[in-house]
Each structure stands twice: as C-alpha cells, then as structure tokens.
C-alpha cells in the first residue's frame, strides 16, 4: 500500500488517482505522518461493497441456521411459486 502525505491530494492529486486505478490498491494520506485517510478507485469501492453485502447476507443465513429457522428447498421453492403465482393472478 504506498502512503501519501496530505499535501500531495493538492500537488499531485491526478497522480495519485491514476495510482489508485491503475494499482488497484489504495493509498494512505496521512496527517502528521500518522495515517489519516484512504483512497481507492470507485470500482474497487464498489467490489469491497457487494463484498461486504455478501458477507453480511452469508452471516444472517447462518444465524438462521444456528437458530433452526431452515425449511426444505422443495418447501420454499413451493411457496416462491405460490406467491409468484397470487402475485401475476392480482396484476391482470
């Protein structure tokens, strides 16, 4: 990871931007020399975002496992179809 001081957003902020795309790794700016702030490109955000949102789904289906809230796949296909099906008959 390389680290920038804070002048540098000002300096050389072009530079530190195509860093960030092109490494696709994130820089530190610090304040002080104390680390302070990281950048990365908008689509390794966006990555560690749906990573994140994976994550947090994966760890709610396993509370509910843990917590016995499972039904069969057949079950909850079966009702996905029943609810589709009450779903389209309520448009027409």
Request: charged letters at 30%.
């Amino acid at each position: 990871m390389e680290i920038r001081p804070s002048a540098d957003l000002r300096n050389h902020y072009s530079e530190i931007a195509r860093t960030c795309r092109e490494s696709r790794q994130p820089v530190t700016i610090t304040v002080n020399g104390r680390g302070d702030t990281v950048l990365m490109g908008l689509t390794e955000y966006r990555q560690m975002q749906g990573e994140l949102e994976l994550l947090r789904t994966l760890s709610e289906a396993e509370a509910d496992v843990r917590a016995g809230r499972v039904a069969p796949v057949a079950d909850t296909f079966a009702d996905i179809r029943a609810r589709l099906t009450a779903q389209k008959g309520g448009d027409e």
